[in-house]
Every structure is written in C-alpha cells, then in structure tokens.
Nanobody, 126 residues
Framework: QVQLVESGGGLVQAGGSLRLSCAAS????????MGWFRQAPGKEREFVVG????????NYADSVKGRFTISRDNAKNTVYLQMHSLKPEDTAVYYC???????????????????WGQGTQVTVSS
C-alpha cells in the first residue's frame, strides 16, 4: 500500500508559477511510476504528466508541454510538478498517482494507477 499526499496548490495569477509536491509513504518509492492528473469542475479527470520510477522517462500532455516539468527525488519519496506560465484553463484539482512499473515505463491512463492522493486545488485567475 502506498499513501500519497499532495501539497503546494493555491491561487495564482495568469502567467505565474506554482510547484506541487507529492510525498509518498508506506512502501519503497522506487519501483513506482508516478503521474499527475487534474480534474476541473464538470470535466473528467485528465492526464497531465507521468514519470518512470527511474526518473529518466517522462510524458506530457500537449496542453502543458513547455510549461510544466515533472521530477522526482526517490531518496525523499517525493515527486514534484513545477508549473510555469499558468493559464486560467489550468485551474483544477491536481492529483498525484502511483503504480508499480518497470524502471523506464511511463503510465498515462488513470486506470493504470491504483494509488491516489487526495488532491490539491490550483486556481489561476485571469
């Protein structure tokens, strides 16, 4: 069992930056691919970015490429999402997720992730 806790959300103006963190506990962080998803009001949860447990492979949604960066520190059991040039359409609850995976594999479907955090709200004002 893996427990995930997100932090770092908040209110920011368009063009601003935020860094989200997701701390994992319960099992060794290594061996788990991680992902960030988001869900805006009235919309389905969507994939934002994923990272392999080795940290070498990433995959970004087109909507965030060039603006968001995912990273992980396996020694700290933490994955980060650095967000720049935020837009109002980035407003959503952001969730991190974990799934056991081969070292270089990135998972993109929410159905592939059995472990989820509680979410953190990101609001971007125009």
């Amino acid at each position: 069992q893996v427990q995930l806790v997100e932090s770092g959300g908040g209110l920011v103006q368009a063009g601003g930056s935020l860094r989200l963190s997701c701390a994992a506990s319960g099992r060794s962080f290594s061996g788990y691919a991680m992902g960030w998803f988001r869900q805006a009001p009235g919309k389905e949860r969507e994939f934002v970015v994923g990272i392999s447990w080795a940290g070498s492979n990433t995959n970004y949604a087109d909507s965030v490429k060039g603006r968001f960066t995912i990273s992980r520190d396996n020694a700290k059991n933490t994955v980060y999402l650095q967000m720049h040039s935020l837009k109002p359409e980035d407003t959503a609850v952001y969730y991190c997720a974990a799934a056991a995976a081969p070292a270089y594999y990135v998972k993109m479907r929410s159905s592939e992730y059995p472990y989820w955090g509680q979410g953190t709200q990101v609001t971007v004002s125009s």
